[in-house]
């Protein structure tokens, strides 16, 4: 019998990280044939995970071009997913997330009819603006979506809230848990990597990353004054900040934090050199959303670069805070980990409440009884357990006034 064909869908490095382990899922079960299509949205840094992954995309569609702009993407991606999905007729897509290759080619699926499976589906943060344009991509592909794969109870909730029916939503946990479980096994090593030189003993070691779209300019400059402020102030400590290729950011980082003592500024790593320095590390400043996920099972406090948070787990748990754009509020976050032994101690806690590394597992399992016909609903046994989940204190946690 002929296996009925699945497109996923990746454009940029975190949905390729997030869909790896959805894809290999997909072809050890080995219902359908999956077939990787990339828009390319990002070159380099989408490269470097296939090759981590040892993933091939069947259609390369090559979208990417210097600091485009959102709509100029948003439209290529769409015309060109229009002409893939004629040529492919699949009978689903799975897209990942909140990008533009997610939103767009939900959209495009939607004017074929191919339905749409949603992986990494209802996170909210409540705010259309922030992030920008993410909490506005996630929610249209929600309204476009057939099966939604909800990392989390909140996740599932925040799409009932919005009138989705609960036979189309499975909490299956964040797939990133299950890229991420695959790399622990590997040693730890920095030889032939751009950390190769870091002085990492005897030092404390915060990695830095943002790229966020709302922090370009006075935001992003406030994040590396107060990183210089760091450094300055304890002479101990380290950073290690992995630079997005997204000209807008380098740009301003660069001109701030380049040759200063201590900080050391990388192209973007290869994901097991980031997750190795994830684990050197004492704590983390971000405005990631995949770093968000990762951190916990890491055991590494998180310092979130941002007003306001779509992945609230974490910092119902205390694992994570939430300490904005400012310059004097990052640095006294910083110094409160770096002074305060209880309290970084108290950040420092698993396990993770954002999955169990068996995500994958569950979307291949639920898309695999879609496809013959039989509803996609989990047992609870088959289900991430609510126990997992921490009770959350409000939908989207907000900096501090
Ligand atoms: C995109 C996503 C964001 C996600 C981030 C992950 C959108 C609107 N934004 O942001 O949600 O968090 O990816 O990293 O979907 N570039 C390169 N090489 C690369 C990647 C980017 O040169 O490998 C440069 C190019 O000049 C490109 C620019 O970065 O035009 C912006 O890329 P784009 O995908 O539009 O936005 P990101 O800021 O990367
Ligand atoms: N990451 C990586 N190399 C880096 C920085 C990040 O592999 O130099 C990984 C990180 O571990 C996470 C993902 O990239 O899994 C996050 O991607 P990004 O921050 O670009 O996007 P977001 O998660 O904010 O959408």
């Known amino acids: 019998m002929q296996r009925e064909r699945v497109a996923v869908v990746v454009g940029t490095r975190p949905e390729a990280i997030k869909l790896a382990p959805v894809v290999r899922a997909l072809r050890d079960e080995g219902d359908v044939e999956a077939v990787v299509v990339s828009t390319g949205q990002h070159r380099q840094m989408l490269d470097q995970v296939f ?73 909210r943060s409540g705010d259309l603006r922030n992030p920008y344009p993410e909490e506005a991509n996630r929610r249209l592909a929600s309204v476009l979506t057939e099966l939604h794969f909800a990392p989390t109870w909140l996740s599932k909730q925040n799409l009932l809230d919005e009138g989705v029916s609960p036979d189309r939503v499975l909490v299956t946990g964040n797939t990133v848990v299950d890229a991420l479980h695959t790399l622990l096994e590997v040693p730890c ?10 002085p990492l003993d005897g030092s404390r070691l915060m990695v830095v990353t943002s790229h966020r779209r709302e ?22 400590v380290r950073v290690v900040y992995p630079v997005h290729l997204n000209p807008n950011v380098g740009g301003t980082v660069r001109r701030l934090l380049e040759g200063v003592d201590r900080i ?15 684990r050197c590390s004492d704590f983390i400043l971000t405005d990631s959303g995949g770093v968000q996920e990762e951190a916990p099972t890491l055991g590494k406090p998180l310092l979130l670069l941002r007003a306001v948070t779509e992945r609230p787990e974490a910092f119902a748990l205390g694992l994570a805070r939430i300490v904005g754009t400012h310059r004097e509020d990052i ?7 770096l002074c305060d032994s209880r309290a970084y101690n108290r950040m420092a806690g698993t396990p993770n409440p954002y999955g169990d590394g068996r995500a994958s597992e569950r979307i291949a399992l639920a898309l695999g009884r879609w496809i013959r016909g039989e509803s996609p609903l989990l047992h609870p046994s088959e289900e991430l357990g609510p126990a997992a989940q921490p009770p959350v204190v409000g939908r989207s946690p907000q900096i501090p006034a």
């Open 51 to 123: 090759s981590r992954f040892g993933l091939q995309p069947d259609v390369e569609l090559s979208l990417m071009q210097p600091n485009q702009t959102l709509a100029g993407l948003t439209s290529r991606a769409l015309s060109t997913m229009d002409e893939a999905l004629a040529e492919m007729s699949p009978r689903l897509l799975i897209v990942q997330g909140d990008t533009t290759t997610a939103f767009a080619a939900a959209l495009s699926a939607f004017y074929r009819r191919v339905p749409v499976a949603h992986v990494e589906a209802g996170l």
């Open 189 to 198: 090593s920095f030889e032939g990597t751009p950390i190769e030189g870091v």
């Open 264 to 278: 050391h500024l990388t192209e973007p790593l290869d994901y097991l050199t980031f997750v190795n320095l994830l």
């Open 331 to 337: 640095v006294q976050e910083a110094e409160r980990l």
């Open 215 to 236: 922090s370009w300019g006075e935001d992003l400059q406030n994040i590396c004054l107060a990183l210089l402020d760091i450094v300055e102030r304890h002479p101990d």
